[in-house]
């Protein structure tokens, strides 16, 4: 089932299974870290922590205060639109640089305090 919003905008429910084929592990183990993962950042939310969630191979989302920002890894972005293609996009829109986060910076330095958390 999915349920509607305003502007024909509709919810899905995950997949576990397909995550769950797609990382070679077990259906059970996917919700359980899906939803341990959703209840520390609702909790850490609800706090009015700042957070920093790091997921593996994409990159970082922070969410500081009411200010939500995703930075990507280069070679995530490399992978999904090619390297010519970025490059390219990187010359003529220079706000790009800004969303690209370093591998080998420290993810802690991202934000100025709050919880870093790293999703499998």
Do not use: W
């Not at 009015?48 to 989302?61: K, M, P, S, T």
């Not at 490059?87 to 706000?95: D, N, S, T």
């Amino acid at each position: 089932l999915s349920c509607g919003f305003p502007g024909n905008k509709e919810l899905e429910p995950l997949k576990y299974t397909k995550v769950a084929m797609a990382a070679s592990v077990s259906r059970q183990k996917v919700e359980v870290c899906i939803q341990g993962t959703m209840s520390l950042l609702s909790h850490c939310l609800g706090k009015g922590e700042n957070i920093a969630l790091v997921l593996r191979d994409i990159g970082v989302l922070l969410i500081e205060g009411r200010r939500v920002q995703m930075r990507f890894y280069y070679d995530f972005l490399e992978r999904m639109s090619g390297r010519r293609n970025l490059e390219r996009a990187a010359l003529k829109v220079h706000q790009l640089l800004k969303m690209v986060v370093s591998r080998v910076i420290p993810i802690a330095s991202l934000t100025f305090f709050g919880r870093v958390i790293i999703f499998p």
